[in-house]
């Protein structure tokens, strides 16, 4: 497959961006400008547009001041597939692919495969294990089809299940049908989520070794979220009493976790913050890389604030490797040349620069 690749995007009321028409996207698209001009506004538009929400604060926040809704809209090619959607202050949200409405987001994740780089992007090591099952869950469902009905299925049984463990007095048989269908989704996900993590940590590992040679010793493991020697239906049980004296379902997939250790040392808690990073690029990267392994094209990089953190060799090294990973980028900077010492310059042609000023975007010349 090729890559989905956005060709054009229109964005309506996101923060100061009132109306902007950008025409022209290439593979890599740098967006440059003074602070508070709007250029994190673009990226947070495109990530509207894939994945139904901002990667900063909440949706009420990027509708702007005095707008009652949003739209983004943006043609993709190959085959010019246009995707849109409107999220309105109340919270209602239209999504379309090619005109027709959609009902999820998966369906529009799955056009627009995105990956957010910024100066948050540690998180991901030191923040909620829930932020690393986010991550894992979308390397599994953008390359293993059965993975999302068997997610749903898994998300409404464990919701039921604890339900009627809050409920003072169980009907046991009640309970035990969701019982039986929770251990046999949270199964399915967590073989799905396995044989994906078995070929992520090579990419990884191969990755980190381009962006950082002397970060040797790094290590990830999968911790599926319940003693891995017995079944998910024998945890279950086991963890029963427990379950219905605090009312929750203590055990299963939505407890899974990644482990990033260094020399057997949790990662989070040894690495500086720049180490931290680079971490962090080289786990999005990998996502990248599979993703197109597995033929189903390269995903879309949003890069914001690549220097934060980040020494210039150190931003070099991950402006090459998206390079090589023939990525679209969107891409953000101050000043319009601070790209120039960073990316490849045989990328030349392969540039659109834009300058963005007061939520305005105007066509620069090429760097
Ligand atoms: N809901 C909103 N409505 C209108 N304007 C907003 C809204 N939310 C934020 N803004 C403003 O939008 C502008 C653009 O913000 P944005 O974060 O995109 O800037 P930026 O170009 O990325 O700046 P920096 O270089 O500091 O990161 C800011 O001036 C901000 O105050
Ligand atoms: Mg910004």
């Avoid at 094209?297 to 914001?304: A, E, F, I, R, S």
Wanted: proline content about 4%; some cysteine.
């Amino acid at each position: 497959m090729d890559s989905p690749t956005l060709s054009r995007l229109h964005i309506h009321h996101v923060r100061n961006l009132q109306q902007v028409d950008l025409e022209g996207l290439r593979r890599v698209n740098v967006f440059y400008g003074r602070n508070g001009s709007g250029k994190t506004s673009i990226l947070e538009a495109i990530h509207l547009l894939g994945m139904a929400r901002s990667f900063r604060g909440s949706i009420k926040s990027l509708i702007s001041h005095g707008s009652t809704q949003t739209t983004v809209f943006g043609e993709i090619l190959p085959g010019k597939l246009p995707l849109g959607i409107r999220r309105e202050l109340t919270g209602e949200v239209k999504l379309k692919i090619g005109g027709e409405p959609v009902r999820t987001v998966a369906a529009m994740a799955e056009q627009l495969p995105l990956q957010v780089i910024n100066a948050d992007s540690f998180d991901l090591l030191t923040g909620a294990p829930a932020a690393r099952r986010q991550y894992l869950d979308w390397g599994v469902f953008h390359v293993e089809h059965r993975f999302f009905d068997q997610w749903q299925r898994f998300q409404r049984g464990i919701k039921q299940r604890n339900m009627l463990l809050r409920r003072g007095k169980l009907p046991a048989e009640e309970l035990a049908v969701w019982t039986r269908d929770v251990a046999s989704c949270g199964e399915a996900i967590t073989s799905y989520r396995k044989a994906y993590f078995k070929l992520l940590e090579p990419r990884f590992l191969a990755i980190m070794e381009k962006l950082s040679p002397s970060l040797t010793g790094l290590e990830l493991r999968f911790r599926q979220g319940w003693d891995k020697q017995i079944s998910y239906e024998l945890a279950l049980e086991n963890s029963e009493p427990s379950d219905r004296e605090q009312g929750y379902t203590h055990v299963g997939p939505q407890r899974a976790d990644i482990r990033v250790l260094i020399d057997g040392h949790v990662a989070a808690d040894t690495l500086s913050r720049g180490q931290q990073k680079l971490v962090v690029c080289g786990l999005k990267l990998a996502q990248g890389q599979l993703l197109s392994e597995k033929g189903r094209g390269m995903c879309t990089y949003l890069v914001d604030d690549l220097p934060s953190e980040l020494d210039e060799q150190h931003s070099t090294l991950i402006c090459q490797q998206l390079a090589d990973m023939k990525a679209q980028v969107f891409i953000t900077c101050v000043h319009r040349r601070d790209l120039a010492g960073v990316w490849p310059e045989a990328e030349e042609e392969e540039f659109a620069m834009f300058h963005v000023e007061h939520g305005g975007v105007s066509t620069a010349e090429s760097r």
